[in-house]
């Protein structure tokens, strides 16, 4: 059974905190992806990686890093975060071509206040 | 670019109708893939099917059906007899072969009233 896995799914900062959110696939999968969804806006895409330690942006990167140092795990890395980051944060990941099915996890609800 | 447009923002219907969600799409490519997915109020999207742009075959699962048009470029969701389960947020989208991408709509509010 398809499995992702996010590190929380409710999170409260401050405004200047370094947050991680955490991603975790048990598929095996070479893609992973961080979106984030707000209300009127739909879902957007942060970053993407598709192989361990390479990463793509997506359309919203500012504000943003990621890592992958091993296959299953993507993290996401709000160095600073901001008052406007506050949103619902979807991790997904899946296999590579043709079969590019996403699977997502239980999103992260994250108030930065 | 790759677009999708789902027009509906929000649908309420009584339980035991039918809903239909229509979901248009344009692309350049010539092989592509059509998803859609079900977000609870939980909030995890849920897969529910993916269908490849030479397979125009509708489908049935239940009581989802897909209706899937290359000549309208749309595909869209038909939920039969709806039940309060069914209450979600359902988007359409489109990926393209090569690409890990995919586009999204931004997604039907669908409603069941008991």
């Known amino acids: 059974d398809v499995k992702v896995t996010q590190s929380s799914r409710y999170l409260v900062k401050r405004t200047g905190e370094k947050v991680f959110l955490e991603c975790v696939q048990d598929m095996d999968h070479e893609n992973m992806f961080w979106y984030r969804q707000d209300p009127g806006l739909g879902l957007r895409l942060i970053y993407f990686?598709?192989?361990?330690?390479?990463?793509e942006k997506g359309d919203i990167p500012e504000g943003y890093s990621v890592s992958r140092e091993k296959k299953e795990r993507f993290s996401l890395i709000l160095e600073s975060a901001s008052t406007n980051q506050t949103s619902m944060y979807l991790c997904?990941?899946?296999?590579?071509?043709?079969?590019?099915?996403?699977?997502f996890g239980p999103g992260t609800r994250l108030l930065v206040l | 670019a790759q677009k999708v447009t789902q027009a509906q923002t929000e649908i309420s219907v009584v339980e035991k109708e039918d809903v239909t969600l229509d979901c248009v799409y344009e692309t350049r490519d010539t092989t592509y893939y059509l998803f859609w997915y079900k977000q609870p109020p939980s909030g995890e999207l849920v897969f529910l099917i993916r269908?490849?742009?030479?397979?125009?075959q509708n489908e049935i699962s239940g009581r989802y059906s897909w209706n899937f048009q290359k000549s309208t470029s749309s595909f869209n969701f038909t939920i039969t007899a709806s039940q309060v389960v069914d209450s979600a947020v359902y988007f359409c989208?489109?990926?393209?072969?090569?690409?890990?991408?995919?586009?999204f709509g931004k997604g039907n509010q669908v409603v069941v009233i008991p």
């Open positions: 989208a489109l990926g393209s072969r090569g690409n890990n991408r995919l586009a």
């Open positions: 990686s598709y192989d361990v330690k390479m990463k």
């Open positions: 997904a990941s899946s296999p590579p071509p043709p079969q590019e099915t996403q699977y």
């Open positions: 269908r490849n742009s030479f397979d125009e």
